[in-house]
């Protein structure tokens, strides 16, 4: 049986939960990132959309670009996950839900042209511009 992750946001209004092994994990430089978060950077889990489902709550969503809807609680703001339909077949988790984010670390860098030139954060990691899909 494939190892089943758990997370939710933080008030409790919204869990959810994947199967699979975790990887496919990268820190994100976007702006947009930034700014929806609050955070200097947002670290992403990419799965297979058949494997997650939201276990309790129904998420509200944003669409922050036109190739990405974010997922996040209508009580507390917590985004939670983000869709492209440009890859209808995967949806990015955040790491920082997970119930246990200590097992996922992260693999890579994506959009580092955005990245803030005072942050060092695991530099030893491979990086990319921009985001291949």
């Known amino acids: 049986m494939a190892n089943i992750h758990t997370g939710g946001c933080h008030c409790g209004h919204l869990r959810y939960q994947f199967s699979g092994p975790l990887h496919d994990i990268a820190h994100c430089h976007c702006s947009i990132c930034r700014r929806v978060s609050g955070g200097i950077v947002t670290t ?58 200590e097992l996922a670390p992260a693999e890579r860098h994506i959009w580092t042209d955005s990245r803030l030139p005072w942050l060092h954060l695991d530099e030893h990691l491979p990086g990319e511009a921009e985001e291949t899909l």
């Open 44 to 101: 992403w889990i990419t799965v297979p959309a058949s494997a997650f489902q939201w276990t309790k709550g129904t998420p509200a969503q944003y669409e922050s670009s036109s190739t990405g809807v974010r997922n996040f609680c209508p009580n507390c703001g917590a985004q939670l996950t983000f869709m492209n339909p440009l890859s209808p077949e995967s949806i990015d988790v955040t790491i920082a839900t997970f119930d246990h984010p």
